[in-house]
Structures are given as structure tokens and as C-alpha cells.
């Protein structure tokens, strides 16, 4: 049990460090409005997450209990979706590219509110979540609807300090990225070895 949630923990460690729209939005209103604007943002995506993981709490968890082999179709479309996510960061550029030019000042609550929206009305999140979720089941005797509460909360707590810390330290972060720019290429590998590595996880005879 331990072990499959510290590995959940630190693959959701690896998927919040590598860049994406989410964490380079929080480095960009950090950078121009200021740290707790940038945090203001990162409440407000985990907070979006919530949702999602209701979502697939209560759906998953259906599924699982009326028919397993439905459950081994979504297991084999989430290996598939992360293979797909693998393929897309290969073929994208390595290079880090943000701007914080023409990006118009608000108030803590409209970055919540922003953040939030962002989260909720993205449909790659719920894909993503029922992809990922369900490989890290870790209970044969707890509610699965109380398994997935657990793992994202875990997701959520991670993903904010992840979030908080480059919110935190934008002005370093953004320096080290145009001084280094193979920190972008170290990064998207990671990202392809953690997409590959959850695919293979997914589809190992072990696997939950």
C-alpha cells in the first residue's frame, strides 16, 4: 500500500515539475504580479481538481463494480492516451518559451477564479485523471471511492507545493531557464519516461 502511494506521489512530483500550460501560467503571473499572485493561481487549479476527482471517484468506482471487463477497456485507453501523451511531448519543442508581455494585472480572486476555470473546463484533466487514477488503486478491502479521495488529495498536496515553490521562486526559475536552455531537454524526458513508464504499469498482469 505504502509503496504504490509513494510511487503515485513521486510520478505526480515528476508530472508537476515538467512544464506545461499549468505551472508555466503560475510562473508568468508570479513573475509579473508577484509571488501570491502566483500562489492565488496554483489555489486555484488544485481546488479545480477537486472536481475531477469527484468525477472519477464516483464514475470509476461504478464501473469497477458493475463490470471488470469494462474496466480493463478503460486500463488499455489510458495506457493508450499516455503513450499518445508521450508521443505528443517527443514531437514538441524541448525549448521553454513564456512571455509575460501584454498580460493584463488582476486581483487574487480573478486569478482564482481563472485558475480554476482553467482546470475545470479542460477535458485533457479528466482524461488524464482516469488514466492515471486507477492504476494506483492500492485496496482490495477499502471503498475504491475512498481510494481515489486519497490519491487525490495526494495529487493535489504535491501538485501545490510543486505549483507554490516555482510561484515562490519565478524570478531564479525564469533566469535558469534562459541561462540553461537544456533544462527544457532534461525535462521533456522526463515527462516521456514517466508517460512510458505509467503506460507499461498499466498494462503489466499485476497492475489493479
Given at each position: 500500500?505504502?509503496?504504490?502511494?509513494?510511487?503515485?506521489?513521486?510520478?505526480?512530483?515528476?508530472?508537476?515539475?515538467?512544464?506545461?500550460?499549468?505551472?508555466?501560467?503560475?510562473?508568468?503571473?508570479?513573475?509579473v504580479?508577484g509571488?501570491?499572485?502566483?500562489?492565488?493561481?496554483?489555489?486555484?487549479?488544485?481546488?479545480?481538481?477537486?472536481?475531477?476527482?469527484?468525477?472519477?471517484?464516483?464514475?470509476?468506482?461504478e464501473?469497477?463494480?458493475?463490470?471488470?471487463?469494462?474496466?480493463?477497456?478503460i486500463?488499455?485507453?489510458?495506457?493508450?492516451?499516455?503513450?499518445?501523451?508521450?508521443?505528443?511531448?517527443?514531437?514538441?519543442?524541448?525549448?521553454?518559451?513564456?512571455?509575460?508581455?501584454?498580460i493584463?494585472?488582476?486581483?487574487?480572486?480573478?486569478?482564482?477564479?481563472?485558475?480554476?476555470?482553467?482546470?475545470?473546463?479542460?477535458?485533457?484533466?479528466?482524461?488524464?485523471?482516469?488514466?492515471f487514477?486507477?492504476?494506483?488503486?492500492?485496496?482490495?478491502?477499502?471503498?475504491?471511492?475512498?481510494?481515489?479521495?486519497?490519491?487525490?488529495?495526494?495529487?493535489?498536496?504535491?501538485?501545490?507545493?510543486?505549483?507554490?515553490?516555482?510561484?515562490?521562486?519565478?524570478?531564479?526559475?525564469?533566469?535558469?531557464?534562459?541561462?540553461?536552455?537544456?533544462?527544457?531537454?532534461?525535462?521533456?524526458?522526463?515527462?516521456?519516461?514517466?508517460?512510458?513508464?505509467?503506460?507499461?504499469?498499466?498494462?503489466?498482469?499485476?497492475?489493479?
Amino acid at each position: 500500500m505504502f509503496e504504490t502511494l509513494i510511487s503515485f506521489a513521486l510520478t505526480t512530483a515528476a508530472l508537476a515539475i515538467s512544464p506545461g500550460p499549468d505551472n508555466i501560467f503560475v510562473l508568468t503571473q508570479s513573475i509579473v504580479n508577484g509571488k501570491k499572485f502566483g500562489i492565488a493561481t496554483v489555489l486555484g487549479l488544485i481546488t479545480g481538481c477537486i472536481i475531477h476527482t469527484t468525477l472519477i471517484a464516483f464514475g470509476v468506482s461504478e464501473v469497477i463494480k458493475a463490470n471488470e471487463n469494462i474496466f480493463f477497456i478503460i486500463k488499455l485507453f489510458g495506457a493508450g492516451y499516455l503513450l499518445y501523451l508521450a508521443y505528443m511531448v517527443y514531437k514538441s519543442d524541448a525549448k521553454i518559451a513564456f512571455s509575460t508581455e501584454n498580460i493584463e494585472k488582476k486581483t487574487t480572486f480573478q486569478l482564482f477564479k481563472t485558475g480554476f476555470w482553467m482546470n475545470i473546463l479542460n477535458p485533457k484533466v479528466t482524461i488524464f485523471f482516469l488514466a492515471f487514477f486507477p492504476q494506483f488503486l492500492f485496496s482490495i478491502t477499502t471503498s475504491t471511492v475512498i481510494q481515489f479521495y486519497v490519491l487525490g488529495g495526494i495529487f493535489m498536496l504535491v501538485s501545490f507545493i510543486i505549483f507554490s515553490l516555482i510561484a515562490i521562486l519565478a524570478g531564479s526559475i525564469s533566469e535558469l531557464i534562459k541561462k540553461n536552455q537544456n533544462v527544457g531537454v532534461y525535462l521533456k524526458w522526463l515527462q516521456i519516461i514517466v508517460f512510458v513508464g505509467i503506460a507499461i504499469f498499466i498494462l503489466l498482469p499485476d497492475s489493479k
